[in-house]
């Protein structure tokens, strides 16, 4: 087998960026990450996605290990994000018959984003294109994340391309399908991807979930990560509970602190959590931790306590940029709980307050809100935030 095929007729030609530092120019790539693509070959062949244009060379080089100088006949595009579809200008000059295929959306972006018009092969929801011995059938995934994405599905490989959806940051060492490669990291780097880029989207998700549910999928091959084969159904167990806002248990404690004591009561509050038999817990300084992550323990457990310093009359930047992030992604429900310090004039707690009003969250247990420095007066209200969270009667010992 070419050490490219992961099914016969399928090829993986895709590539690794381990030099971009951001994602959407936003989000950390500590890993790096792929651009998948992917050759299905019968008699016919088509591409399905490109890779990100500063690459193309490299796609190129793959697409001639597999095929030499037979022609490409189509190219599927599946999503339009630059990063999947900036190569797409020269494949036609490499392949000057190449026909791109893609529903109505799709080929009014292709016109928009690459100035192409002609040479475009329109699709609608199931149909079927026949490349001779093996065929692509074409289902509207719309608003996983943009309005025109579609996945394609290969029923004699029981193959489906689902574009960036079951997707994770991360490059791939070495090998392509989750049996090549170690995939503990990645279920972070899911959950990572799907909290920052498709987080606000839950709907969409769950209505593309009930078209692949109807497929026989035994392999997803995504346009970032691995190819997925051994662990399906871990694969869309996390997309399901992530696209519900289903948290497990624990904590997240957010804050940030100019002089130190409120970050004092984030510590308190962590400490009588694991006092009371909570966990996991994490905790974060949101002037230095890495938004990304913070959004991933979000989306991942069930509860959030946010705290915050009053300034300049209101919520200190990093916590109403926080604040900001979570109400753009739409979470109908979290456990929810708060507390803040301010000096002469307490704004902080109050917005926080309207915060939890504006996404319809219920507050645990009244805010725990303080005056100038930490003391040891704090501790009492600090377990009973604590215990709140735990589910206990507030001052229990």
């Given amino acids: 087998m070419n050490i490219t095929e992961i099914l016969p007729g399928i090829h993986y030609v895709g590539v690794n960026d381990r030099t971009t530092t951001r994602f959407e120019a936003l989000w950390s790539l500590p890993f790096g990450v792929s651009y998948n693509a992917y050759l299905v070959v019968g ?68 016109g928009g984003f690459y100035g192409i018009t002609e040479g475009l092969l329109e699709v609608r929801e199931g149909e079927t294109l026949d490349l001779g011995g093996l065929s692509l059938s074409f289902h509207l995934i719309p608003m996983v994340h943009w309005p025109e994405t579609m ?39 899911m959950r990572r991807y799907y909290a920052c880029i498709v987080g606000k989207y839950g709907v969409p998700v769950q209505k593309a979930l009930q078209k692949v549910r109807t497929l026989p999928v035994e392999t997803i091959c995504p346009t970032h990560g691995p190819v997925w084969q051994q662990q399906i ?105 708060f507390f803040g310090s301010f000096c002469w004039a307490g704004a902080a707690v109050r917005q926080m307050g309207e915060f939890a009003q504006k996404m319809k969250w219920e507050p645990l247990c009244d805010p725990v809100e303080m005056k100038q420095g930490f003391s040891a007066n704090m501790y009492e209200a600090c377990r009973n935030l604590a215990a709140r969270v735990a589910g206990k009667p507030a001052q229990e010992e």
């Fill in 151 to 189: 996945v394609s599905w290969c029923p004699e490989r029981r193959t489906v391309f689902s574009g960036d959806a079951f997707g994770t940051f991360g490059a791939l060492d070495g090998g392509i399908t989750d049996s090549q490669v170690e995939t503990e990291h990645f279920w972070d780097e």
């Fill in 43 to 110: 008699d016919k062949i088509a591409l399905i996605d490109t890779v990100e244009a500063s690459y193309g060379s490299l796609l190129e080089a793959n697409i001639r290990e597999i095929i030499g100088e037979r022609k490409i006949d189509y190219l599927v595009v599946n999503h339009m994000e630059p990063d999947h579809s900036s190569s797409i200008v020269a494949l036609r000059r490499l392949y000057p018959g190449l026909q791109i295929v893609g529903n109505a959306k799709t080929l009014q972006m292709i």
């Fill in 233 to 337: 159904d871990r694969v869309i167990d996390t997309y399901d509970r992530l696209s519900r806002y289903e948290g497990e248990k624990g904590v997240v404690v957010a804050y940030a602190s100019m002089y130190g004591n409120t970050e004092q009561m984030a510590e308190r509050i962590a400490r009588e959590l694991a006092d009371q038999g909570v966990h996991p817990i994490r905790v974060y300084n949101l002037s230095y931790a890495d938004p990304s992550i913070v959004l991933r323990d979000i989306f991942r457990f069930d509860t959030l306590l946010v705290g915050s310093p009053t300034y300049n009359g209101g919520l200190f930047p990093p916590v109403a940029e926080l604040l900001e992030r979570l109400a753009a992604r739409c979470i109908p429900a979290r456990r929810f709980g």
